[in-house]
Nanobody, 124 residues
Framework: QVQLVESGGGLVQAGGSLRLSCAAS????????MGWFRQAPGKEREFVAA????????NYADSVKGRFTISRDTGKNTVYLQMNSLKPEDTAIYYC?????????????????WGQGTQVTVSS
């Protein structure tokens, strides 16, 4: 079992930046590939970014490529999502998730553990 807690969300103006954190307890995150997803009001949860156990492989949704960066700190047992050049359409609840699969995935169903989410609101 692993417990995931997201933080770092908030209200920011368009063009601004936020860094989300996902802290884990109960098990080392090195056991997992990690992902970030988001869900806007009235929409389905969607993939944002993923990172492999080693940190050497990453994957991004086209909508955030070049603006968002996922990273991990094994010593702190934490995964980050640096979000730059934010747009109003980035407004959503952001969730981190842990995946025991061999390769990183964009599929929600591949992830075994989820955090409770953190709200990101981007004003125009």
């Amino acid at each position: 079992q692993v417990q995931l807690v997201e933080s770092g969300g908030g209200l920011v103006q368009a063009g601004g930046s936020l860094r989300l954190s996902c802290a884990a307890s109960g098990r080392t995150l090195f056991s997992f590939n990690m992902g970030w997803f988001r869900q806007a009001p009235g929409k389905e949860r969607e993939f944002v970014a993923a990172i492999s156990r080693s940190g050497r492989s990453t994957n991004y949704a086209d909508s955030v490529k070049g603006r968002f960066t996922i990273s991990r700190d094994t010593g702190k047992n934490t995964v980050y999502l640096q979000m730059n050049s934010l747009k109003p359409e980035d407004t959503a609840i952001y969730y981190c998730a842990a995946d025991l699969s061999v390769t990183i995935s964009q599929r929600l169903g591949s992830y075994d553990y989820w955090g409770q989410g953190t709200q990101v609101t981007v004003s125009s």
